[in-house]
């Protein structure tokens, strides 16, 4: 059973950055992988895709969050990053990432990120 495991959330000021890191509990073949990508669920709302990056590379957010985050990808180590700059108090969020094979989707457990002003 593959797990995805999740980590850089936390708390931080408004204008602020984080770093989530997402990886896979074992190795998925490079091969296999399809998408992967960022949602995100604010308290009372709706969970939103934030970002997605595909096999090739091709990215897309979010209006949200454009030029603001970026998603990349490493698929030797299974894992995706979402680097998010200049964070706003409506980015906080627990924020779940997955990625795709052909088969299956993986989901990860989630992080907080809590943006103070």
């Known amino acids: 059973q593959v797990q995805l495991m999740e980590s850089g959330g936390g708390l931080v000021q408004v204008g602020g950055s984080l770093r989530l890191s997402c990886a896979a509990s074992r190795s998925i073949f490079s091969i296999s992988l399809n998408d992967m990508g960022w949602y995100r669920q604010a308290p009372g709302k709706p969970r939103e895709s934030v970002a997605v990056?595909?096999?090739?590379?091709?990215?897309n957010y979010a209006d949200s969050v454009k030029g603001r985050f970026t998603i990349s990808r490493d698929n030797a180590k299974s894992t995706v990053y979402l680097q998010t700059n200049s964070l706003k108090s409506e980015d906080t969020a627990v924020y779940y990432c997955?990625?795709?094979?052909?088969?299956?989707?993986?989901w990860g457990q989630g992080t907080q990120v809590t943006v103070s002003s």
């Open positions: 990056i595909t096999r090739g590379g091709s990215t």
């Open positions: 997955y990625m795709t094979t052909n088969v299956n989707v993986y």
